[in-house]
Nanobody, 123 residues
Framework: VQLQASGGGLVQAGGSLRLSCAASELTFSSYVMGWFRQAPGKEREFVAVISRLGRGTAYADSVVGRFTISRDNAKNTVYLQMNSLKPEDTAVYYC?????????????????WGQGTEVTVSS
């Protein structure tokens, strides 16, 4: 199983980025997909999650109204659209796949992780 995250970069505060995560060697539509992030010196934290068919989503309070998670099961890809970025959004962003039935926010329920893509927001 491979999860390949991309789309990170350097952006000014208020700007936007779209992260992508392409999955291979798994039945993509059978997995709940999540995005997590880890800032320097901090623990990895939940950002957003989307259900298997994309009908349900959930977000961390800190990104509600600014970030949108979506998925395209035909392309085995999950996205994270990030708008109105803030310096505190600076982190390495990881996509993850969970075989758990619910739209989980817990790191422990994710079976597979991508390698991460770095997002830096300058003030």
């Amino acid at each position: 199983v491979q999860l390949q995250a991309s789309g990170g970069g350097l952006v000014q505060a208020g700007g936007s980025l779209r992260l992508s995560c392409a999955a291979s060697e798994l039945t993509f539509s059978s997995y709940v997909m999540g995005w997590f992030r880890q800032a320097p010196g901090k623990e990895r934290e939940f950002v957003a999650v989307i259900s298997r068919l994309g009908r349900g989503t959930a977000y961390a309070d800190s990104v509600v109204g600014r970030f949108t998670i979506s998925r395209d099961n035909a392309k085995n890809t999950v996205y994270l659209q990030m708008n109105s970025l803030k310096p505190e959004d600076t982190a390495v962003y990881y996509c993850a796949a969970s075989s758990d039935g619910g739209a989980t926010m817990s790191r422990d329920t994710y079976n597979y992780w991508g390698q991460g893509t770095e997002v830096t927001v300058s003030s």
